[in-house]
């Protein structure tokens, strides 16, 4: 895929996938968009103190950046596995460093993190990379909290399906959440007919609405 960097209006950057015309985030604030949907409306709901995530799409790492952040307050023992088709190049990535977000040591820990296996990034927070296409993707423990992070609806309907959230939802504990940027119709019902109770909730700046899904 060709990507380009780009500055969002936070002042993070984000990757142009022209292929697809997409960006990674919102382009109205990478960081302000993960904060509200992935931390906001998901970590920081979580009452239990140990904490199994799953993320659908890693890519530049930055909802796995901002959860250990968050989590240096939280003070939770986080099990973090995250999920992606396309990892990006050191090139990319060594771009991306340039830029505040990406910039400290636990940032580069978790970019650079090998993929495959649990790398320990402190004493409470365990990411484990999976590079993997999410069709063929079968989990093999229960999580807390999922983040939906892929492609919108309209460039990658194949994994916004009934059959993914119902593999999804066999791994999601009781009570656990899944969360996601898109509160397209058809996204909410086919959460809701998999067993979820969806929740619309106000979205990220330039967006009206988000999904929060619970079991
Ligand atoms: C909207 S971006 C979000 C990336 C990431 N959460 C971040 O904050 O940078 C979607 C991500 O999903 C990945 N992806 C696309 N198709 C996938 C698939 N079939 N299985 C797993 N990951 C996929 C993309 O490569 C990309 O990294």
Redesign the pocket.
């Known amino acids: 895929m060709k990507l380009k960097k780009v500055l969002t209006a936070d002042q993070s950057p984000t990757l142009y996938v022209s292929e697809l015309d997409e960006h ?2 919102s382009v109205n604030g990478a960081v302000r968009e ?1 904060v509200h949907v992935f931390i906001n409306a998901g970590l920081k709901q979580i009452e239990k103190e140990t904490v199994n995530i799953l ?9 796995t950046i901002l959860s250990y952040t968050e989590n240096i307050k939280l003070k939770k023992l986080i099990y973090y596995e995250s ?4 990892p990006l190049s050191s090139e990319i990535i060594n771009s991306l460093q340039e830029n505040s977000v990406f910039s400290s040591e636990i940032s580069k820990k978790i970019q650079q993190a090998i993929w495959e296996k649990p790398v320990k990034i402190s004493d409470n927070f365990t990411l484990k990379k999976i590079q ?4 063929d993707y079968y989990p093999d423990k229960t999580f807390d909290l999922i983040y939906f ?3 919108s609806p309209d460039k ?1 309907p194949e ?1 916004w399906t009934e059959d993914i959230f119902t593999k999804l939802y066999a791994a999601t504990g009781k009570n656990g959440i899944l969360v996601t940027y898109s509160a397209k119709g058809i996204i909410k019902q086919a959460l809701r007919k998999v067993g979820f109770t969806v929740k619309r909730l106000k979205g990220p700046e330039g967006k009206r609405h988000m999904v929060k899904a619970v079991k």
Do not use: P, R, V
């Open positions: 990674y985030h993960s993320e659908i799409g890693f890519g530049t790492g930055l909802n999920l992606e088709k396309y993997i296409d999410l069709l992070d892929a492609f990658q994994l």
